[in-house]
């Protein structure tokens, strides 16, 4: 099973743009066309929150609009930047929302890897919460299918960055939800957003990752006093390639047209 990860898109209402600077709805569209035009084609598409910037109704509408090209099936959560009943009108025949409940937590069985899908979202926070209810409904969900390959995925990440303005608004609640992962050896990834930069941790018996947003990235500085910025730098995606008897293979892509490939052989020749 190969899974796409897509994160931070930031979608703004049509003609406006993220921190008046970036174009967030032209580069979800270039992403979106990758995607698309990848061989072997994604199975999935995992999208990891702050898939607009304020919650609004004319933002998930446009989203909806470059989400939809898509040639395969995409689910989506809620990272700080979304807001929930927006998301699930825009989104309503998305048929793996929770019927009831405060939290968009699901779980989606049809693939050969089980997809758990966490809601961190507090309101009106930068920050994101594991709450004793949303690691209550974890557990159940993984101990129901406890042989079964499982990918959890979530906005904001269970650890520290290192980035510190960033570690500012992560996730309360993180050594609960590491508690129960443990318990849960099945939990072959931890896929997460928010950080606009691709970064990997070993956690509770499994790998933790967050993947680079589809348009801007937060600045790569580890100073404890360093500010609150971003960069330009290439946007990017992952793929999350599972194979029975090795379980995820994870890869970083950069998201735009570069020089090659050229081969490094010719005829079985090295070219010099």
């Not at 930031?10 to 406006?16: L, N």
């Amino acid at each position: 099973m190969l899974i796409a990860q897509i994160t931070d898109t930031h979608i703004k209402p049509p003609g406006r743009l993220a921190y008046r600077r970036v174009d967030t709805a032209s580069y979800l569209r270039r992403a979106v066309a990758e995607l698309a035009a990848l061989e072997p084609r994604p199975d999935t598409v995992l999208i990891t929150g702050d898939l607009v910037d304020a919650g609004l109704p004319e933002e998930y509408a446009l989203l909806r609009s470059i989400l939809d090209h898509l040639p395969m099936p995409y689910y989506l959560i809620p990272g700080n930047h979304d807001a929930r009943r927006p998301l699930v009108e825009a989104f309503s025949d998305h048929r793996y929302w929770p019927e009831d409940g405060e939290f968009l937590t699901y779980v989606v069985d049809e693939h050969p890897v089980r997809l758990v899908a966490l809601d961190t979202l507090v309101p009106g926070s930068g920050g994101g919460e594991i709450c004793a209810a949303r690691a209550d409904w974890l557990a159940a969900r993984l101990s129901e299918e406890p042989e079964r390959p499982t990918i959890v995925f979530m906005h904001h990440p269970p650890f520290r960055t290192g980035i510190a303005h960033m570690d500012a608004i992560g996730l309360a609640g993180s050594d609960g939800f590491a508690a129960v992962v443990a318990r849960h050896p099945q939990v072959e990834r931890v896929l997460c957003g928010h950080l606009h930069r691709a970064i990997q941790v070993r956690l509770a018996g499994t790998i933790a990752s967050t993947a680079p947003s589809t348009a801007h990235q937060v600045t790569l500085d580890l100073r404890p006093e360093a500010p609150s910025a971003f960069t330009m730098e290439p946007p990017g995606y992952q793929l999350h390639w599972f194979q029975e008897g090795t379980g995820v293979i994870s890869h970083t892509a950069t998201i735009g047209e570069f020089a090659g490939p050229y081969l490094f052989h010719d005829n079985g020749t090295l070219i010099d």
